[in-house]
T-cell receptor
Framework: GQNIDQPTEMTATEGAIVQINCTYQ??????LFWYQQHAGEAPTFLSYNVLDGLEEKGRFSSFLSRSKGYSYLLLKELQMKDSASYLCAVNTNAGKSTFGDGTTLTVKP | DVKVTQSSRYLVKRTGEKVFLECVQDMDHENMFWYRQDPGLGLRLIYF???????EKGDIPEGYSVSREKKERFSLILESASTNQTSMYLC?????????????FGPGTRLTVL
């Protein structure tokens, strides 16, 4: 079966750095995605990792270790608008993804 | 600007009614998906389609059916709505093939079954 684990909730302070972890056990691996979802809105794409290592995109970075079944999303210089749910998703077949339950991040002033 | 649209943002139906949720994408994507999202349960895949007239069951297909008569349109059907189908329904599409297949989501339909 498919299993994706990420923390349910996290809290951080504006301007700080936060790391959201994701571990996965899936039958097949074709890449790992991170999505951001604000309350009442649809998820939007943040990052994609298919090879081991770090991908950096502005204030957001995502890391992948395939041998450990582990990824993290790093958010720097946190802003209030970063308060959202962050979804880890593993692409097990071309185009089909299995999602974690999401991590709700609250950024406090 | 790429877009996935859903027919309704909010919908209220009665138990036993037949419900149609429509999704349209304008990106010529091969793959389309229907999810439901419930607090504490995350996104769960109901059905997906890799091509016109093709459909595959996801993780929770019971009580649902789908139709894909045209490439851009993917419909979710609740044959006889029940209260436990009250949920947020999200449609998504991906271009298909290998590589970065990010999902593009529609705005969601919040369905309430009374």
């Amino acid at each position: 079966g498919q299993n994706i684990d990420q923390p349910t909730e996290m809290t951080a302070t504006e301007g700080a750095i936060v790391q959201i972890n994701c571990t996965y056990q899936t039958s097949g691996f074709n890449g790992l995605f991170w999505y951001q979802q604000h309350a009442g809105e649809a998820p939007t794409f943040l990052s994609y990792n298919v090879l081991d290592g770090l991908e950096e995109k502005g204030r957001f970075s995502s890391f992948l270790s395939r041998s450990k079944g582990y990824s993290y999303l790093l958010l720097k210089e946190l802003q209030m608008k970063d308060s959202a749910s962050y979804l880890c998703a593993v692409n097990t077949n071309a185009g089909k993804s299995t999602f974690g339950d999401g991590t709700t991040l609250t950024v406090k002033p | 600007d790429v877009k996935v649209t859903q027919s309704s943002r909010y919908l209220v139906k009665r138990t036993g009614e037949k419900v149609f949720l429509e999704c349209v994408q304008d990106m010529d994507h091969e793959n389309m998906f229907w999810y439901r999202q419930d607090p504490g349960l995350g996104l769960r895949l109901i059905y997906f389609s890799y091509d016109v007239k093709m459909k595959e069951k996801g993780d929770i297909p019971e009580g649902y059916s789908v139709s894909r008569e045209k490439k851009e349109r993917f419909s979710l059907i609740l044959e006889s709505a029940s209260t436990n189908q009250t949920s947020m329904y999200l449609c998504a599409s991906t271009k298909g093939g290998q590589g970065d297949n990010e999902q593009f989501f529609g705005p969601g339909t919040r369905l309430t079954v009374l």
